[in-house]
């Protein structure tokens, strides 16, 4: 009777053990991520903000065109892991493009690299889906001004510039794991006020590529893994608190009330800090309002230009008392929230300052990056009036009940 037992319990352990193993490494391969290689083209619409670009060039034709191409690599969290769980469809990663202009001579053949995330919006049907993507990055190659070899080119003063692009995109899954992805491109172009001129590029036009998911899973596993809606999981809403120091560096232009106007010669330093509550609605949106305190070294300047008249390198300026550099306003921000990534836009109101200046209504676009749950770095661009740039925020930031 005990032989066949042991008998008994040894055939149980063969069939048994396989079972177990199998079920071990394909929880191991779950939690492994799906990666993601993908290449597009980019040909778009030159918005004419600039004389340069309307044909006030040496080459005498407008800068109407442009045309781009992206290879990118990124990855998925594992369906295994809880951010993969969460954020099924989300893709982070990191890309690289060649763009041209058309006109190599004034404006060169600038290289970009960049961070990009792109996730579902909407599924429309099992193949079809409108998806987003962002990409954050510099360029460079930039042919910039010069008052002797290119004097025409007044939208372009520094080699290097931060490259921003946001599109919405048709995702057709025309096999499992491949997609063939097509949509509208906006770009941005410029250096932040870092270096004079900074008119910019700005474009909007098509994008159409193709992408292809592979590692962990194959053949119908990764059809699921592409189409699946995700975890539902309780989510708590609640109050978290983000605090930035940022930092950067910014030419002025000033502008006399008694001569001409001109460049003042060097650059300028910025700093600021942000105190921002967010009531966190959902795994994907938070948002409240942000108490912004900027200083601003070179703010109210053509107040003080000494001896007054006209501004040139030369010239020089009185320092501006403390109150005129420093300006403290009120920002309505609303934040989306991805693995890693989450973008923050923001529209407020300086309330105290002194100077016209620092009498602002001030936009903010910016991207954190989790370093840890609660720590991040901070890449972000302030407008003024929607279009007139005032300084990049770099720096870094602690989130404080984050859950």
Same mark, same amino acid.
């Given at each position: 009777?005990?032989?066949?037992?042991?008998?008994?319990?040894?055939?149980?352990?063969?069939?048994?053990?396989?079972?177990?193993?199998?079920?071990?490494?394909?929880?191991?391969?779950?939690?492994?991520?799906?990666?993601?290689?993908?290449?597009?083209?980019?040909?778009?619409?030159?918005?004419?903000?600039?004389?340069?670009?309307?044909?006030?060039?040496?080459?005498?034709?407008?800068?109407?065109?442009?045309?781009?191409?992206?290879?990118?690599?990124?990855?998925?969290?594992?369906?295994?892991?809880?951010?993969?769980?969460?954020?099924?469809?989300?893709?982070?990663?990191?890309?690289?493009?060649?763009?041209?202009?058309?006109?190599?001579?004034?404006?060169?053949?600038?290289?970009?690299?960049?961070?990009?995330?792109?996730?579902?919006?909407?599924?429309?049907?099992?193949?079809?889906?409108?998806?987003?993507?962002?990409?954050?990055?510099?360029? /460079?190659?930039?042919?910039?001004?010069?008052?002797?070899?290119?004097?025409?080119?007044?939208?372009?003063?520094?080699?290097?510039?931060?490259?921003?692009?946001?599109?919405?995109?048709?995702?057709?899954?025309?096999?499992?794991?491949?997609?063939?992805?097509?949509?509208?491109?906006?770009?941005?172009?410029?250096?932040?006020?870092?270096?004079?001129?900074? *008119?910019?590029?700005?474009?909007?036009?098509?994008?159409?590529? =193709?992408?292809?998911?592979?590692?962990? *899973?194959?053949?119908?596993?990764?059809?699921? =893994?592409?189409?699946?809606?995700?975890?539902?999981?309780?989510?708590?809403?609640?109050?978290?608190?983000?605090?930035?120091?940022?930092?950067?560096?910014?030419?002025?232009?000033?502008?006399?009330?008694?001569?001409?106007?001109?460049?003042?010669?060097?650059?300028?330093?910025?700093?600021? =800090?942000?105190?921002?509550?967010?009531?966190?609605?959902?795994?994907?949106?938070?948002?409240?309002?942000?108490?912004?305190?900027?200083?601003?070294?070179?703010?109210?300047?053509?107040?003080?230009?000494?001896?007054?008249?006209?501004?040139?390198?030369?010239?020089? /300026?009185?320092?501006?008392?403390?109150?005129?550099?420093?300006?403290?306003?009120?920002?309505?921000?609303?934040?989306?929230?991805?693995?890693?990534?989450?973008?923050?836009?923001?529209?407020?109101?300086?309330?105290?300052?002194?100077?016209?200046?620092?009498?602002?209504?001030?936009?903010?676009?910016?991207?954190?990056?989790?370093?840890?749950?609660?720590?991040?770095?901070?890449?972000?661009?302030?407008?003024?009036? /929607?279009?007139?740039?005032?300084?990049?925020?770099?720096?870094?930031?602690?989130?404080?009940?984050?859950?």
């Amino acid at each position: 009777m005990n032989k066949h037992l042991i008998t008994l319990s040894a055939a149980a352990a063969m069939l048994l053990c396989p079972m177990s193993l199998s079920a071990e490494r394909a929880d191991s391969l779950s939690r492994k991520p799906v990666h993601m290689i993908g290449g597009d083209v980019r040909p778009a619409y030159v918005f004419p903000t600039h004389g340069f670009l309307k044909g006030d060039n040496a080459a005498g034709t407008a800068v109407g065109t442009a045309f781009s191409a992206h290879l990118k690599y990124g990855f998925k969290f594992g369906r295994g892991t809880r951010l993969g769980r969460l954020y099924p469809h989300a893709v982070q990663g990191v890309g690289v493009s060649y763009n041209t202009f058309f006109n190599n001579e004034e404006i060169g053949s600038p290289v970009a690299v960049y961070i990009f995330q792109t996730s579902r919006i909407a599924s429309l049907s099992r193949e079809l889906s409108l998806d987003y993507e962002w990409n954050f990055g510099a360029s /460079f190659g930039w042919k910039k001004y010069d008052e002797d070899t290119n004097p025409h080119n007044t939208v372009v003063g520094s080699s290097v510039n931060a490259y921003m692009s946001l599109g919405l995109v048709l995702d057709w899954r025309i096999a499992p794991g491949t997609s063939l992805r097509a949509g509208l491109t906006a770009t941005h172009c410029s250096n932040g006020n870092t270096a004079y001129p900074n *008119a910019g590029i700005n474009t909007l036009g098509g994008t159409i590529g =193709i992408a292809r998911t592979f590692g962990n *899973a194959t053949g119908d596993d990764k059809e699921r =893994i592409y189409t699946s809606a995700g975890v539902r999981e309780p989510f708590k809403r609640h109050v978290s608190y983000d605090i930035v120091a940022y930092w950067a560096m910014r030419k002025r232009a000033v502008y006399p009330p008694d001569g001409d106007p001109g460049m003042a010669s060097g650059a300028f330093a910025v700093a600021g =800090i942000n105190f921002t509550p967010l009531y966190n609605f959902s795994k994907y949106l938070r948002a409240g309002l942000s108490l912004d305190m900027q200083y601003d070294e070179s703010a109210n300047l053509s107040n003080h230009v000494a001896g007054g008249g006209s501004v040139d390198e030369n010239t020089k /300026f009185y320092h501006q008392p403390f109150i005129e550099r420093i300006s403290l306003g009120l920002s309505a921000r609303v934040e989306f929230v991805m693995p890693i990534f989450s973008i923050d836009v923001g529209v407020g109101r300086n309330l105290v300052y002194k100077g016209g200046d620092t009498d602002s209504f001030y936009q903010i676009l910016a991207l954190k990056a989790d370093v840890t749950r609660n720590f991040f770095l901070h890449v972000g661009y302030e407008l003024n009036k /929607f279009k007139d740039p005032n300084n990049l925020m770099l720096g870094v930031g602690v989130r404080l009940n984050a859950k």
